[in-house]
């Protein structure tokens, strides 16, 4: 079973105009799509392949990454507070599996 995603927010309360940090990291065991199996079958690629991030149903991130990313991928990002609400993240990947994670913010 899967943890669920960490999620690091330098401030959930941060005042108008203030930058925040958001450091968030997913269990998955990215497959390239380039290695065999035992019985020399292709093992089909399912990486992580877009990461979004809104904050009260507005976007504030895309990433699309590709097959050099490792295993568990690791985001970082910055935005300026402007409005409170949820800050939702969610990872998808090539199988069409989510996992997602959400966080409050109140700006101040």
Known sequence: MLRPPRIWISS???????RVRVRAQVDHRME?????????????????????ATLAGQRLFLWSPEISVAQDPYIEFLFVARKSG????????????????????KVG
């Not at 290695?35 to 979004?52: H, Q, S, W, Y």
């Not at 800050?87 to 966080?103: E, P, S, Y």
């Open 12 to 18: 959930a309360t941060p005042k108008a105009g203030e």
């Open 86 to 105: 949820t800050l939702n993240m969610v990872w998808t990947d090539d199988a069409g599996k989510t996992q997602t994670a959400a966080r409050e913010l």
């Open 32 to 52: 390239t799509g380039l290695r065999t199996d035992d019985g020399g079958k292709t093992i089909l690629r399912n990486i992580t392949n877009r990461f979004e």
